[in-house]
């Protein structure tokens, strides 16, 4: 009987290692197809990639913090939802965003603003949110838009 036990736990536990092994490392993170998703108590770093000049910038997830361009934070206080953003670059960034609500479907445009070279910038909803989704990062010469110079 003893043996069995353990026949059926070695089984079990090769079952759970071969299913982790075959999981793509991108549902993990928190990006995909350019996209940020944060859901609340998120906080991670993301580097940015491109050039300068207005167009969309890739995005990686950087785990050390002290290395990455942003930081991106998202959590629930005080019955509100608040997103903090930190800029360590030396350029404008603008940005899209979505927030996905509880009992509803989709995703629904949010109004974001421009971040300033060096700062850090607060959104904040009065209402729970399920998820956030960052898209469409781009630099800009300032906060108009217009794009940054080579």
Same mark, same amino acid.
């Given at each position: 009987?003893?043996?069995r036990i353990v026949l059926l736990v070695?089984?079990?536990c090769w079952a759970a290692v071969a299913q982790q092994q075959t999981n793509p490392s991108s549902e993990t993170g928190h990006i995909a197809n350019n996209v940020v998703f944060m859901s609340p108590g998120d906080k991670f770093g993301v580097n940015l990639a491109g050039a300068a000049d207005g167009m969309a910038l890739s995005i990686t997830e950087e785990p050390n913090l002290q290395k990455a361009n942003l930081v991106l934070s998202f959590r629930q206080e005080k019955?509100?939802?608040l997103f903090t953003i930190e800029n360590r670059t030396e350029?404008?960034?603008t940005y899209e965003a979505g927030?996905?609500?509880p009992k509803r479907d989709g995703l629904? &445009?949010?109004s974001v603003m421009p971040l300033g070279p060096r700062l850090s910038n607060f959104e904040s909803w009065p209402h729970p949110i399920d998820q956030l989704a960052l898209k469409n990062f781009s630099f800009?010469? &300032?906060p108009g838009g217009k794009p940054a110079k080579k």
């Amino acid at each position: 009987m003893k043996t069995r036990i353990v026949l059926l736990v070695a089984c079990l536990c090769w079952a759970a290692v071969a299913q982790q092994q075959t999981n793509p490392s991108s549902e993990t993170g928190h990006i995909a197809n350019n996209v940020v998703f944060m859901s609340p108590g998120d906080k991670f770093g993301v580097n940015l990639a491109g050039a300068a000049d207005g167009m969309a910038l890739s995005i990686t997830e950087e785990p050390n913090l002290q290395k990455a361009n942003l930081v991106l934070s998202f959590r629930q206080e005080k019955g509100m939802m608040l997103f903090t953003i930190e800029n360590r670059t030396e350029h404008w960034l603008t940005y899209e965003a979505g927030i996905r609500v509880p009992k509803r479907d989709g995703l629904y &445009k949010t109004s974001v603003m421009p971040l300033g070279p060096r700062l850090s910038n607060f959104e904040s909803w009065p209402h729970p949110i399920d998820q956030l989704a960052l898209k469409n990062f781009s630099f800009t010469e &300032k906060p108009g838009g217009k794009p940054a110079k080579k």
